[in-house]
């Protein structure tokens, strides 16, 4: 044994071959934290020391490879000083170049998943063999920073500028042949094939049929770019990313000036290039947040994960109501692989679900996504039904008909008939209560809501909400299923709205007192979404439909009268009245035309502004008031994000990072701001109250702080407690 540690060990296979086999022990699988690089540092000292070694090959004793470094380690590490973690870099490339400059060849025999920091150790090898079903790529982009150790130098020599900026920038993951097309791995093979095929590559390059000096030499010197090439190749991506990735998100622009700095230089001077804007970007709030968002992230999914390992199989569900909610439901349960039943009253309601699936699932191989025989495969997954003939064989039932408490309790009493008495029974309802609902079924224990976003295929959040009488086996099972569909869950009690329509309804109250003191509702819009919405207030109530708002909005101020009922009309009702209901009908507080594609585009409209000006004149307003920038953010913001701080106070959700969370993913609140609470966080506790006090001054109980979150401002005391303090705040 040349070298045994917690996470890694080196042997000499009896040839000459130093085999380094990552295997981090009491983890299910391998990451790059600081211990692991002190034993990789260790390792590769003992390997130059070792005498006779003909060859290295690194390999991974876990299913995935190296998932990347330790993301938990990034708030205390990126707390410290720019250059701090300019020297961190340094010292780590000087280990990945000691890998890279051994006296004899070296290959990574990548079996799974080798992302971030993982990838980038491949890339110190002269040689990379990847498995058939192993995913490789650089994600950084994603949290804010760019690739650090090697990534931004080594990629661009091996696949070219345009691959590199294209894996890097956008952060994606790439398939295996992918990666062989591109440049960055020499060949893929069959699992079982996979170290014979690293082993037999060394043989050919100590035996001078494989080059690996000058491989080495490619890796060390300038890319091979003229200038009009380079401009070409930089120019042009920063344009086309830039676009992409807006002006909220610097790292994917700063990662191509990292490339095109260090294109004419050697591979240390480019390093330095890279560690220097890797150190500035981990200063940046926007990295904070998009790494607690993925913690977040990650928290979420222990938690379903421990659901999951509680659950009963769901193999064949259905779905109550067909039309585009039920179709949409239908549709992502068979596209990941469960049956399902699509159940109606009427052959045109199930012909509306089953368009609706075959419009996504059409769209999936025009992208080249999905193949013809898996659309048929997928499409024969969705049994459309107008009775409940075989319904006794279904695990769980989704309801989703229309959001009327009556009609969804008399389906959900009438299909508990129909079923085995363990069969779990879910209601997709965006406000009626699962206490009430469950008072109509006779096994309420089996019964929890289940409240998917719309459009279904898109939106990951699926709140499972748990009534007075929800069993645990019931949310268990409502949970996996949820995940099984690709979603993202998360458990919350019973209250008016659950947690995101009750969080949003205080900012779209914010919203309305604005629009009432004259505040152009396009400006407003204008400015949310610079703010990093990607929609403003009207926009998304139009996009929601003026009826669903009216009708939301109703349970709110009958739950939170105090808070959410109003005595005045507003400008979401006195649009309802006027029969402009949003997208749904071509008219809200915008006109709606088609555009090239036949998808609704907005469109200024004088007579949405026209019904706004008589709500101001109602509410007995001079004149318009001016509204600065920040006056408008405070006042949307303000209600929102004290509303998620009662449901954390009130047991609805049971985490900040629950909280966050949902917000991201079920309204797409901005995720490089972190998410609610984290904004409050950013912003000082004790700065927010005083912000909220005055304006609860002016506009009443809408902002008023509560006392847990003044007693919170009083101590010094934040929602994250265990993060370092975000730099910029």
Same mark, same amino acid.
């Given at each position: 044994?040349?070298?045994?540690?917690?996470?890694?060990?080196?042997?000499?296979?009896?040839?000459?071959?130093?085999?380094?086999?990552?295997?981090?022990?009491?983890?299910?699988?391998?990451?790059?934290?600081?211990?692991?690089?002190?034993?990789?540092?260790?390792?590769?000292?003992?390997?130059?020391?070792?005498?006779?070694?003909?060859?290295?090959?690194?390999?991974?004793?876990?299913?995935?490879?190296?998932?990347?470094?330790?993301?938990?380690?990034?708030?205390?590490?990126?707390?410290?000083?720019?250059?701090?973690?300019?020297?961190?870099?340094?010292?780590?490339?000087?280990?990945?170049?000691?890998?890279?400059?051994?006296?004899?060849?070296?290959?990574?025999?990548?079996?799974?998943?080798?992302?971030?920091?993982?990838?980038?150790?491949?890339?110190?090898?002269?040689?990379?063999?990847?498995?058939?079903?192993?995913?490789?790529?650089?994600?950084?982009?994603?949290?804010?920073?760019?690739?650090?150790?090697?990534?931004?130098?080594?990629?661009?020599?091996?696949?070219?500028?345009?691959?590199?900026?294209?894996?890097?920038?956008?952060?994606?993951?790439?398939?295996?042949?992918?990666?062989?097309?591109?440049?960055?791995?020499?060949?893929?093979?069959?699992?079982?094939?996979?170290?014979?095929?690293?082993?037999?590559?060394?043989?050919?390059?100590?035996?001078?049929?494989?080059? +690996?000096?000058?491989?080495?030499?490619?890796?060390?010197?300038?890319?091979?770019?003229?200038?009009?090439?380079?401009?070409?190749?930089?120019?042009?991506?920063?344009? #086309?990313?830039?676009?992409?990735?807006?002006?909220?998100?610097?790292?994917?622009?700063?990662?191509?000036?990292?490339?095109?700095?260090?294109?004419?230089?050697?591979?240390?001077?480019?390093?330095?290039?890279?560690?220097?804007?890797?150190?500035?970007?981990?200063?940046?709030?926007?990295?904070?947040?998009?790494?607690?968002?993925?913690?977040?992230?990650?928290?979420?999914?222990?938690?379903?994960?421990?659901?999951?390992?509680?659950?009963?199989?769901?193999?064949?569900?259905?779905?109550?109501?067909?039309?585009?909610?039920?179709?949409?439901?239908?549709?992502?349960?068979?596209?990941?692989?469960?049956?399902?039943?699509?159940?109606?009253?009427?052959?045109?309601?199930?012909?509306?679900?089953?368009?609706?699936?075959?419009?996504?699932?059409?769209?999936?191989?025009?992208?080249?996504?999905?193949?013809?025989?898996?659309?048929?495969?997928?499409?024969?997954?969705?049994?459309?039904?107008?009775? #409940?003939?075989?319904?006794?064989?279904?695990?769980?039932?989704?309801?989703?008909?229309?959001?009327?408490?009556?009609?969804?309790? *008399?389906?959900?009493?009438?299909?508990?008939?129909?079923?085995?008495?363990?069969?779990?029974?879910?209601?997709?309802?965006?406000?009626?209560?699962?206490?009430?609902?469950?008072?109509?079924?006779?096994?309420?224990?089996?019964?929890?809501?289940?409240?998917?976003?719309?459009?279904?295929?898109?939106?990951?959040?699926?709140?499972?909400?748990?009534?007075?009488?929800?069993?645990?086996?019931?949310?268990?099972?409502?949970?996996?299923?949820?995940?099984?569909?690709?979603?993202?869950?998360?458990?919350?009690?019973?209250?008016?709205?659950?947690?995101?329509?009750?969080?949003?309804?205080?900012?779209?109250?914010?919203?309305?007192?604005?629009?009432?003191?004259?505040?152009?509702?396009?400006?407003?819009?204008?400015?949310?979404?610079?703010?990093?919405?990607?929609? *403003?207030?009207?926009?998304?109530?139009?996009?929601?439909?003026?009826?669903?708002?009216?009708?939301?909005?109703?349970?709110?101020?009958?739950?939170?009268?105090?808070?959410?009922?109003?005595?005045?009309?507003?400008?979401?009702?006195?649009?309802?009245?006027?029969?402009?209901?949003?997208?749904?009908?071509?008219?809200?507080?915008?006109? #709606?035309?088609?555009?090239?594609?036949?998808?609704?585009?907005?469109?200024?409209?004088?007579?949405?502004?026209?019904?706004?000006?008589?709500?101001?004149?109602?509410?007995?307003?001079?004149?318009?008031?001016?509204?600065?920038?920040?006056?408008?953010?405070?006042?949307?913001?303000?209600?929102?994000?004290?509303?998620?701080?009662?449901?954390?106070?009130?047991?609805?959700?049971?985490?900040?990072?629950?909280?966050?969370?949902?917000?991201?993913?079920?309204?797409?609140?901005?995720?490089?701001?972190?998410?609610?609470?984290? +904004?409050?966080?950013?912003?000082?506790?004790?700065?927010?109250?005083?912000?909220?006090?005055?304006?609860?001054?002016?506009?009443?109980?809408?902002?008023?702080?509560?006392?847990?979150?003044?007693?919170?401002?009083?101590?010094?005391?934040?929602?994250?407690?265990?993060?370092?303090?975000?730099?910029?705040?």
């Amino acid at each position: 044994m040349i070298y045994q540690g917690n996470a890694l060990s080196v042997a000499n296979n009896g040839d000459g071959v130093a085999i380094l086999t990552l295997d981090l022990q009491g983890e299910s699988i391998n990451k790059l934290s600081s211990a692991v690089i002190r034993e990789l540092q260790d390792a590769i000292k003992n390997i130059q020391a070792e005498q006779g070694l003909r060859g290295l090959m690194i390999k991974s004793a876990k299913d995935a490879f190296i998932v990347g470094a330790d993301i938990t380690e990034f708030h205390g590490m990126f707390a410290k000083d720019e250059a701090f973690l300019f020297d961190m870099n340094q010292e780590i490339h000087a280990l990945f170049n000691a890998i890279e400059d051994l006296p004899f060849p070296s290959v990574t025999a990548i079996n799974g998943l080798a992302l971030g920091g993982g990838c980038e150790l491949t890339l110190t090898t002269d040689f990379r063999v990847m498995a058939e079903k192993a995913q490789i790529g650089l994600p950084e982009t994603k949290l804010g920073i760019v690739p650090g150790w090697g990534g931004c130098v080594r990629l661009p020599r091996l696949a070219g500028a345009d691959n590199a900026i294209e894996w890097i920038a956008g952060g994606t993951q790439n398939k295996a042949d992918a990666a062989l097309k591109n440049g960055v791995v020499d060949a893929v093979v069959p699992l079982e094939r996979l170290e014979a095929a690293a082993l037999d590559m060394l043989t050919k390059a100590n035996a001078g049929e494989l080059n +690996y000096q000058v491989r080495r030499e490619e890796k060390r010197g300038p890319l091979k770019l003229n200038a009009i090439e380079q401009m070409m190749a930089f120019e042009t991506a920063k344009g #086309y990313v830039a676009g992409k990735a807006g002006p909220h998100y610097p790292a994917p622009i700063e990662a191509i000036k990292v490339i095109q700095k260090g294109a004419g230089e050697s591979r240390e001077r480019a390093q330095a290039i890279e560690a220097k804007a890797f150190a500035k970007l981990a200063k940046t709030d926007v990295c904070f947040n998009l790494v607690g968002l993925f913690l977040n992230d990650q928290l979420v999914k222990k938690k379903g994960s421990k659901y999951e390992k509680q659950a009963m199989a769901v193999e064949q569900t259905a779905v109550l109501g067909a039309g585009i909610m039920g179709g949409g439901i239908a549709y992502q349960s068979a596209y990941k692989g469960t049956p399902i039943f699509m159940k109606d009253i009427k052959d045109k309601a199930i012909e509306l679900g089953l368009k609706e699936a075959r419009k996504l699932l059409s769209k999936q191989v025009e992208r080249g996504k999905l193949t013809t025989e898996k659309l048929a495969e997928t499409l024969s997954n969705i049994r459309p039904t107008l009775s #409940y003939g075989d319904f006794g064989e279904v695990d769980l039932v989704v309801e989703a008909v229309v959001e009327n408490p009556k009609i969804k309790g *008399g389906v959900l009493a009438e299909v508990e008939k129909q079923v085995d008495e363990k069969t779990i029974l879910t209601s997709n309802t965006s406000t009626i209560s699962i206490t009430q609902l469950a008072q109509n079924l006779t096994r309420p224990e089996n019964f929890c809501g289940m409240h998917f976003f719309n459009p279904v295929h898109k939106m990951p959040l699926v709140e499972v909400i748990r009534g007075e009488k929800s069993g645990d086996a019931a949310i268990a099972a409502t949970v996996a299923y949820a995940r099984k569909m690709g979603k993202t869950p998360i458990v919350v009690n019973d209250c008016p709205g659950f947690l995101v329509n009750r969080i949003l309804f205080p900012y779209f109250g914010g919203f309305s007192l604005l629009v009432e003191q004259g505040a152009d509702f396009e400006r407003v819009d204008k400015v949310m979404e610079k703010f990093g919405w990607p929609m *403003g207030p009207a926009y998304l109530l139009d996009v929601v439909g003026m009826d669903t708002a009216v009708h939301a909005n109703e349970v709110m101020a009958e739950g939170f009268p105090e808070r959410m009922a109003r005595d005045s009309k507003t400008a979401i009702q006195v649009m309802f009245e006027n029969d402009r209901l949003g997208q749904k009908n071509g008219k809200g507080f915008y006109g #709606y035309e088609e555009d090239r594609k036949g998808k609704p585009k907005k469109v200024s409209d004088d007579q949405a502004h026209d019904l706004v000006k008589q709500v101001v004149a109602e509410n007995h307003v001079a004149k318009n008031q001016e509204f600065s920038d920040e006056e408008i953010i405070a006042r949307m913001m303000v209600p929102l994000c004290l509303e998620t701080v009662r449901c954390l106070e009130d047991d609805i959700v049971g985490t900040p990072a629950e909280a966050d969370i949902a917000l991201i993913y079920g309204i797409g609140f901005p995720p490089f701001r972190g998410g609610a609470l984290r +904004y409050i966080d950013a912003q000082g506790v004790a700065e927010f109250v005083a912000l909220a006090d005055r304006l609860s001054a002016e506009l009443g109980p809408l902002y008023a702080p509560t006392d847990k979150l003044r007693e919170m401002a009083e101590k010094g005391e934040r929602f994250y407690a265990s993060d370092a303090q975000s730099t910029q705040a």
